[in-house]
């Protein structure tokens, strides 16, 4: 199994950036392709980004497309989710996620590995 925990987030202004990341342990030597999530109160969990194992393909969602860029480290295990100009819509609680098959995915249920999330609260 895998481990994932979530920093960066916090409260920004409208129009700032932050940057997520995500640490992962456990059977890192597994290959994952990985995305993020974010789920504000009330709605359901929405795609936002997903990498494959090699970083070389990156998927995102329209509402995020050119404001947030997702990168991953193998060597440190980590993947980050570099977010600008952020909206106040863009406040909810941010989820790292792991899944061992290498086809991409934006459904949550077809990811089995989540960390604990990270608020992310931005101000108008």
């Known amino acids: 199994q895998v481990q994932l925990a979530e920093s960066g987030g916090g409260l920004v202004q409208a129009g700032g950036s932050l940057n997520l990341s995500c640490a992962a342990s456990g059977r890192t030597g597994t290959t994952y392709s990985m995305g993020w999530f974010r789920q504000a109160p009330g709605r359901e969990r929405e795609f936002l980004a997903h990498?494959?194992?090699?970083?070389?393909?990156?998927v995102y969602a329209d509402s995020v497309k050119g404001r947030f860029t997702i990168s991953r480290d193998n060597a440190k295990n980590t993947v980050n989710l570099q977010m600008n100009s952020l909206k106040p819509e863009d406040t909810a609680v941010y989820y790292c996620?792991?899944?061992?098959?290498?086809?991409?995915?934006?459904?949550?249920?077809?990811?089995?590995?989540w960390g604990q999330g990270t608020q992310v609260t931005v101000s108008s």
């Open positions: 996620a792991a899944r061992t098959s290498v086809l991409f995915s934006r459904t949550p249920a077809n990811y089995g590995y």
């Open positions: 990498i494959n194992w090699s970083g070389s393909t990156t």
